[in-house]
Each structure stands twice: as structure tokens, then as C-alpha cells.
């Protein structure tokens, strides 16, 4: 995409350049004012983007390597230690078992949105109404989708009372028990990230160009094979993308357990494990080091899967 | 391709700069002394505090003007803050933390100089005030409650009456049994965890001292066993297991409502709740609004009895301490000391007051009828209590083992509770080896 991008720039400035007459190269002053324009637009997000994400990071490096409580004014420098107790504590790691649930979670989730995406593409009725309901979640701040659902599953709450309109007595404490508490949690997560999916398939399936689509017809392809054949290849990088987010995103699951359960019955992710030990515990550097670890490892995971998957060129036509 | 990598490089070095946190260079030390001429005091003081509540309704500023007809020139103004601990320990990496504040429990005691003006020495405090050693820092003392709470079970009077019992039990067994016949005879939820709150579960710690009424459990935390058989908390978490076990609690704790818990209880929906005193004027005006009567709100102290009477620990609310960094000092320290003399916030929240020899509230007579006897448990090894508690990162303050207990009675994770007390035992006792003092 780059390269495309680069070549049409290149274009348009030769075009640019070949049109217009252009005489003797500009004044010495002028050049270099050309040559600092740029980064003169580029100095706002740039303090921004360095004191608000690159600065903390590296105030985050600096804090994994001390035994730094939080409040306290003195912070003593301790090196790796707080790594090797990272890697010599399993406990820590066993929480990422919940991120498999997550992870099940947003295969249903990928799956579920392709689906949708794919019909609405197509002449549906109301398909601007559909389109708002799925990603309407999305748009809801986290916070208040965890107080909505703590009524939901509530003993006697929403789902218990739907169940019973269709004459299912359900009796049953739906975060009671780890497996059934981590499936209704990733199932929150499901509906709330379902619609971002689908917008991102929505979009990358309507570039598309329709041609395709009355050619294929003629050919006597039916919506299945319209779908393996055009629709599944045509937005394969937007696919690779959502696996990753979805991978990355389940390895760091926070804000639905910890607002619902805080990470109680069996529901505790790496990250509310992060923030329990930072602000329950006092061991600001520790958690510093765990936050830096998992970064580390969803780098890692990214990286794997870009070997695994390369971004090869779309070409359809 | 060149002039990118040196930019790289320059943008790269630019970001380790503020690896270097700037912390550190306080000042240390600092008296805030009583100001003698009321007079004199001028200053705006910024009061933090967690009573939001408070100031919506307007009592803080009520106080406030109480409090200026005796400092005339002193003006006080309040911040509230509903997450607390959270929002006041990111302000304490700055000089900008209120004038007066509540000591956030996450500070560290020794660090204490580091960030409240001393307001004397305990030797000449503690004859007037309760609670002086809690702040206490080499003779020093850091802060003050302004009101000191007993823990004990919100019970619903009507309730317990309908199943039968008039008498508080005695034992952790006479309880389960009680609860169970309210659980037989009535419709009432018998004990509601409030588990989701979490914070709910962390209050049985405040267990330790009542079981066999000794002002010293705190000293028997940092040294000895708390899970060892007959100790404190091992009393107290045998009980919530019990409760939980034997079904006598609500049918699905993970969805528990703290708010809705207040006129459930009220109304006789449920029996009985494990808090502490300063939760009765909350049930009360929950009682009030839901239109029934406030008096079912009752009190009683947890089962245990030494030598035939009940024992209550009363310790301290939050501390308000003075901000090292204050310019008005002598104006801080005068709100603190006319808030915990004067003002009238102890009777309003049915409180015990700091002041030694002061009248307990009303809803304490019954305590005072039975022969309750109050202790304040010796708060000297508190920071090394909390230090063994981050360290082995079993967490008596924090709502997770409570939590992981329950879940243990219910059936929703595996394990016997000898094993489970075990554990906690061994984490503990193995870090107070390795943390020491």
C-alpha cells in the first residue's frame, strides 16, 4: 500500500513540475524554509505524541527497574530484579489461561462479523438500520457496559428474565463459577467489539468494485462463491489486522472483568493482576516490569504472525 | 536515509530523559503548631476528603462557617474525591495535595515526615486524643481521626426477633445456628456478603482483637501466625466459610449490590451484614427512605466471648494529617484540631469520638447495657503488619482471599479450606522471615 501511495506521490510532483514552468532553482532562504515547513506541522502531534505515549513508556522502563512503592519520594535502583522474579513466579503467568477464553471469544467475534458484514454489503432491507444497531455497542463507554451487564447477569436480572418469556427456568449464578463467569464475560466483550469488526469488514468489502460482483453473477457464481472467491481475498489485509488486534487485545482483557467481577472467581486477566499489584500491593516497579513483559510478548506475537501471514499485494482483477 | 537516522537518534534520546523520575528533595520534618490568637490565623485552606456526599449536601460547609466565627480570617474550602486513594497517591508526587488531608492508607508510615507537618509529640497528644499511635513516627504524630469505628453485624432487629433469637450469640456456632433459623423461619437473605463491593469482605480483618480480646492482635500480625488454629482471622474466615457453606448466605454473591443492600436490609430482606458502626446512620436514612422503621437497624459484636462478656475494637477513621508543603500551616492545623474538638462530626455520623472520655453514641447502649467491653488494639507494628501484607502479596486488606475463600465455600474453585489457611500461613510467616522489621 505504501509503495502505491509513494509512486502516485511521485506522480502528481513530476505532473507538477513538468506543467508549470520552473525556472532557476529557488533562493537558498527559500529552500530551507521548504525544507523545515514540514516538521513545523508535524511539531504538535509530535509533543504530543511524545509526551503522552513515549515519555510514559520510558518512565515505565525507567520504574521496572526499581522497587519503587508509588508514593514514596525514594526509589532505589534493584536492576533485573524485578524481571527475574517475574520469570520465576509461574502465578503470574497463569492468568494468560483466561485470555483463552478471549481468544475463543474473538475467533466467534471475527466470525460473526464477516458474516454480517459480508450480507449487509449486499442489497438488504433496512440495511442502514442494521448497520447502526451492530456497531452502536461499540460506541458505549466501557465503564457503563460493565455496570449494564452486572444487571444483565444479575440473579433475577435481564437474561434470566428473556430466558423465562421463552420458558427457560434458568437458575443459575451466570458469574458463579470460573468457566461460566469468564464465558459471559468474553461474551460481553464479543458485543462490544463486535461492531468495530464489522465496520472495518464493511468498509474493505464495499472497496470492492461492483463489477466484480455482476461479472462473477454472469459466470453463474452464487453469494458463496462470490464470497470465497472475491470477498475473502479482496480483504485479506484488513483480515490479518483484526487476527492481530484480536490476539493482542485478548492477551491484555481489562476493563469488562475489572469493572464486573475485579477480577474475582477466576476471572483475573495479566493486566488486572498489573494493576492489583501496582495499586494493592505497593510494588509499583514490579507491575512496571510486568506491564513492560507484556508488551514485550504482544510484540512478539505480533511479530510471529506477520512471519507466519506476509502482507502479499491484493490483486482481484 | 541519513538525516532520518539522526533524527531517530536525537528523539531517542530525548524520551530516556524523563526516565529520571523527579521525585525525592522534600522537605522533612515540619511542625504545623497550634496557632495561639485565633485571630492572627489568616490563610485559604483546601480540605481533601472522601465525603463527597458531604458537601452536596451542604453540612461541610456548614462546619466551615461554625468553624469561621472562631477563625474569622481562615477560610476553608473542600475538595471531594470520590476515588480516593487512587486520585490523592498520584497528587503526592507533587507539592499540590490540599492543605489538610486524609492520610491514604497506601503511604507508608515511615514516610509519613516526608509528607504531613507533625502536629506534636504523642506523649502530650495521647492524654487528650484516641488513635495516636496509628500515626505515630519516632514521638511524633502525623494525623488525627476525627471519629473511631467499631466493627460489628448490621442485623435487622424484626428479623432476628421473628426467627427467634433475642440474645446475641456467643459463639461462631450459636451464630450458623441462628442464621439458620432465620433462614427457616423467615424470608430474609440470613448473611449477605456483598461480594462484589470486595471492600465488604476485607472488613472481616477487622476481626482481629475481638475474638479473644486482646489489645496486642496487631503485634501477633507482624510476629505470629493469623491463620494458626484459635488465632484472630482464622475465627473470623472460618466464619464467612461456614456461613457461605452452609448456603446462609444470598443465592448469587458474584452480583451483589452494595447500594441496594442498604434498604434490602432496612426493609427485612436481608439479616444481617459484617461492617462497622459507621454504616448504621446509612441504614438508617435507607430505612427512613424506603419508609419503614429506622430502629430494626441493630448492632452486635462479632461471636466471641472472654470470660463471659464481648469484647469491640474500636480503631480510627481516616487521619487527617496537614500537607508538609502547606503555606498555611498554623491554619491547618487549626481546622484539624477545632474539627476533632469542637465540631459535632463524631454525634453526626453516631461515631466514637477521639477525645478520651467522651459519651458513646446512642446506638451503642445496647453495648454499654450488655457489658460490652471497648479495646483499642496497639497500633505500634501496623507498618509492619502492612509491609508483611504487600510483600506476601496475601492482601488481609484487599477483597481478593476473602473472595477466593467464598468462592472455596461455594464450590467455585477447588481446595480444602485446611489447605487454603495453610497457604495463606505459609506466604505469610515466610515473608515476615524475609521482610522483617
Not at chain 2, 523527579?22 to 511542625?31: F, P, V
Not at chain 2, 502536629?119 to 514521638?139: M, S
Amino acid at each position: 500500500m505504501t509503495d502505491t501511495t509513494e509512486k502516485a506521490a511521485v506522480k502528481t510532483t513530476t505532473g507538477a513540475a513538468s506543467t508549470a514552468p520552473s525556472p532557476a532553482p529557488a533562493p537558498r532562504g527559500t529552500r530551507v524554509w521548504r525544507g523545515v515547513t514540514p516538521w513545523l506541522f508535524l511539531i504538535a502531534p509530535l509533543a504530543l505524541l511524545i509526551t503522552f505515549t513515549y515519555a510514559p513508556v520510558a518512565n515505565m522502563l525507567a520504574y521496572s527497574l526499581t522497587d519503587w512503592d508509588g508514593v514514596s519520594p525514594e526509589l532505589r535502583y534493584i536492576g533485573a530484579e524485578n524481571y527475574a522474579e517475574i520469570f520465576t513466579r509461574e502465578d503470574l503467568f497463569r492468568v494468560f489461561f483466561v485470555s483463552g477464553y478471549y481468544l475463543v471469544a474473538s475467533a466467534v467475534q471475527i466470525v460473526a462479523a464477516l458474516y454480517f458484514a459480508t450480507i449487509l454489503s449486499f442489497n438488504v432491507r433496512f440495511r442502514n438500520f442494521f448497520k447502526g444497531v451492530l456497531f452502536f455497542p461499540y460506541l458505549i463507554n466501557g465503564v457503563a457496559i460493565g455496570f449494564v451487564f452486572l444487571y444483565f447477569f444479575q440473579d433475577g436480572g435481564t437474561l434470566d428474565s428473556v430466558l423465562n418469556l421463552f420458558g427457560v427456568e434458568s437458575d443459575r449464578a451466570w458469574l458463579g463459577t470460573p468457566v461460566s463467569a469468564n464465558t459471559s464475560l468474553a461474551g460481553v466483550s464479543v458485543w462490544r467489539y463486535l461492531g468495530l469488526n464489522f465496520v472495518l469488514f464493511l468498509g474493505a468489502i464495499q472497496s470492492i468494485p461492483g463489477e466484480l460482483y455482476e461479472a462473477a453473477e454472469l459466470d453463474g457464481a452464487n453469494r458463496w462463491h462470490q464470497f470465497r472467491h472475491i470477498i475473502a481475498p479482496g480483504i485479506k489485509p484488513v483480515l490479518t489486522l483484526t487476527v492481530i488486534l484480536s490476539i493482542s487485545g485478548s492477551l491484555s482483557v481489562f476493563e469488562v472483568p475489572y469493572i464486573m467481577t475485579g477480577g474475582a472467581t477466576g476471572t483475573e486477566t495479566f493486566v488486572i493482576q498489573t494493576v492489583n499489584l501496582a495499586f494493592r500491593f505497593g510494588k509499583t516497579g514490579l507491575a512496571s516490569a510486568a506491564a513492560v513483559v507484556l508488551l514485550l510478548i504482544i510484540l512478539l506475537v505480533t511479530w510471529i504472525q506477520r512471519r507466519l501471514v506476509p502482507d502479499d499485494k491484493v490483486d482481484l482483477v | 536515509m541519513n538525516r532520518r537516522h539522526i533524527l531517530a537518534m536525537v528523539a531517542g534520546a530525548a524520551l530516556l530523559v524523563p526516565g529520571c523520575t523527579g521525585t525525592g528533595g522534600t522537605s522533612k520534618g515540619a511542625d504545623a503548631e497550634a496557632p495561639t490568637d485565633p485571630a492572627k490565623v489568616t490563610g485559604t485552606i483546601k480540605v481533601l476528603t472522601v465525603r463527597t456526599d458531604l458537601i452536596q449536601d451542604g453540612t461541610l460547609k456548614r462546619y466551615a462557617a461554625e468553624f469561621s466565627k472562631a477563625y474569622p480570617k481562615v477560610k476553608v474550602e473542600f475538595e471531594g474525591l470520590t476515588d480516593y486513594e487512587a486520585e490523592v497517591k498520584i497528587r503526592m508526587n507533587t507539592k499540590n495535595y490540599g492543605d489538610v488531608l486524609l492520610i491514604p492508607a497506601v503511604v507508608k508510615k515511615s514516610d509519613y515526615p516526608k509528607f504531613f507537618a507533625s502536629l506534636g509529640t504523642q506523649e502530650e497528644r495521647a492524654k487528650k486524643y484516641r488513635f495516636t499511635d496509628y500515626t505515630t513516627v519516632d514521638g511524633k504524630v502525623y494525623g488525627q481521626s476525627p471519629n473511631g469505628v467499631s466493627p460489628g453485624f448490621i442485623y435487622n432487629k424484626r428479623i432476628w426477633k421473628e426467627a427467634g433469637v433475642t440474645e446475641w450469640p456467643t459463639t461462631p456456632a450459636e451464630f450458623i445456628a441462628d442464621l439458620k433459623a432465620i433462614k427457616a423461619k423467615t424470608d430474609a437473605i440470613p448473611y449477605y456478603t456483598n461480594f462484589a463491593a470486595g471492600w465488604t469482605l476485607s472488613g472481616w480483618t477487622s476481626v482481629n482483637g475481638s475474638v479473644h480480646c486482646d489489645p496486642k492482635a496487631t503485634d501477633k500480625l507482624a510476629e505470629g501466625d493469623p491463620w494458626a488454629k484459635g488465632a484472630d482471622l482464622r475465627v473470623g474466615d472460618t466464619l464467612l466459610h461456614d456461613m457461605v457453606k452452609a448456603g446462609l448466605i444470598e443465592k448469587d454473591p458474584t452480583t451483589s449490590n452494595w447500594e441496594e443492600s442498604k434498604p434490602r436490609t432496612a426493609k427485612g430482606e436481608i439479616a444481617t451484614q459484617w461492617l462497622g458502626t459507621w454504616a448504621i446512620v446509612q441504614f438508617q436514612d435507607a430505612a427512613k427512605k424506603a419508609g419503614v422503621n429506622p430502629d430494626d437497624i441493630g448492632f452486635m459484636p462479632f461471636p466471641a466471648q472472654t470470660g463471659s462478656t464481648f469484647c469491640a475494637t474500636i480503631s480510627p477513621d481516616y487521619n487527617q494529617g496537614v500537607n508538609v508543603h502547606s503555606q498555611h500551616k498554623a491554619a491547618a492545623r487549626a481546622w484539624i484540631d477545632w474539627f476533632t474538638d469542637k465540631s459535632t462530626y463524631a454525634q453526626d455520623n453516631l461515631a466514637i469520638s477521639p477525645l478520651k472520655g467522651a459519651p458513646l453514641p446512642d446506638v451503642l447502649k445496647p453495648y454499654e447495657e450488655a457489658g460490652v467491653k471497648f479495646i483499642e488494639v496497639d497500633d505500634t507494628k501496623g507498618a509492619q503488619v502492612k509491609n508483611v501484607d504487600n510483600q506476601s502479596e496475601v492482601g488481609i486488606y484487599a477483597p481478593e482471599y476473602r473472595q477466593n475463600l467464598v468462592d472455596l465455600a461455594r464450590g467455585a474453585r477447588d481446595g480444602s479450606l485446611e489447605a487454603f489457611f495453610a497457604d495463606l500461613s505459609k506466604r505469610w510467616t515466610e515473608t515476615q522471615r524475609t521482610a522483617g522489621s
